[in-house]
């Protein structure tokens, strides 16, 4: 049986402790029927030493969580897998530009919808009160982060605090979050797999499981969502082994690209009525 690497987080940080391993674990059983076997390796134990990975025939970084509360060290870690020619898939260069979110704006003026984006390097309260008063309700959070870390949504009037310190994105909020929620696209070797429709908690507008968030398979995506997804994938110059892509409606109905996630998505494998088939069908491609 062969085995690959997958890259898991770093043991310092406990933030996803309670999350992460059943990921793995749906991951391991996926790629066991198709007669490969994962082996997990911390990524914060890679960069030193970066050559180990060229041990392994292929490396998945899927379960890097918190790369974003350490993006300096992450960046690091990158290069020296650019450099040590690392399997990885999908590659480093990939997982470097998509973990800063300012990617969507090249997305943008590659034609893919996305929200209208204020894009800020230095954030301020002022900032923050115009784009409210203009949009009535707002949605902030850093070009660095994840699963709604440090995100806030805030309306018009309301006080403004605890702003992220570091560059940020400012979009207007768009309503369909709280009415239909979230739609996911995933993608294993460029070929459309399933689709989840993912709704928030009562009162929240955090769609991410620990928010209390809820996840269900979506049959028949919109046609119109899967070529927002097809331009978004086109957009992007090197080979991807793996994508999720988020949509969300704006007021007008169109779906607008949130993320195109192609570092460490969660695939939703509960969700998906293969349990996983497609995905370990485009590792075994990859591996030849």
């Known amino acids: 049986m062969p085995e690959i690497a997958v890259l898991t987080p770093d043991p310092a940080d406990q933030s996803y402790a309670s999350h992460w391993p059943g990921v793995l674990a749906r991951l391991e059983q996926a790629l066991a029927y198709a007669g490969v076997r994962l082996v997990p390796l911390p990524w914060t134990e890679q960069i030193s030493h970066p050559a180990r990975l060229n041990t392994f025939p292929l490396v998945l970084p899927v379960v890097v969580w918190g790369y974003h509360r350490d993006h300096v060290r992450w960046l690091e870690a990158c290069a020296a897998w650019t450099v040590a020619g690392a399997p990885l898939a999908n590659p480093a260069s ?3 530009w998509n973990s800063d979110k300012t990617y969507l704006r090249r997305l943008c003026e590659r034609g893919v919808p996305i929200p209208e984006t204020r894009w800020l ?3 301020t309260t002022e900032d923050v009160i115009a784009a409210a008063e203009r ?3 707002v949605v902030v959070k850093p070009v660095v982060s994840g699963g709604a870390w ?3 949504r805030l309306k018009a009037g309301a006080p403004v605090a605890d702003l992220p310190d570091t560059p940020a994105m400012v979009q207007p909020f768009l309503p369909a979050i ?3 929620g979230e739609l996911s696209l995933l993608h294993f070797g460029g070929r459309f797999s399933h689709a989840v429709r993912k709704t928030a908690a009562r009162g929240d507008f955090r769609i991410q499981e620990q928010f209390g968030g809820r996840y269900d398979p979506e049959a028949k995506p919109p046609a119109a969502a899967l070529e927002v997804a097809a331009a978004a994938l086109a957009a992007v110059e090197e080979p991807l082994l793996y994508a999720r892509v988020d949509l969300v409606r704006d007021p007008a109905g169109q779906f607008r690209l949130m993320e195109l996630e192609l570092i460490e998505p ?4 509960s969700c998906d009525p293969r349990a996983g088939a497609g995905f370990a069908e485009a590792v075994r491609a990859r591996l030849g």
């Open 135 to 137: 949009w009535g309700e």
């Open 150 to 152: 440090r995100t806030q």
């Open 94 to 96: 990939v997982l470097a």
């Open 178 to 180: 709280e009415v239909e």
């Open 121 to 123: 390097d230095h954030l």
């Open 266 to 269: 969660d695939f939703y494998l």
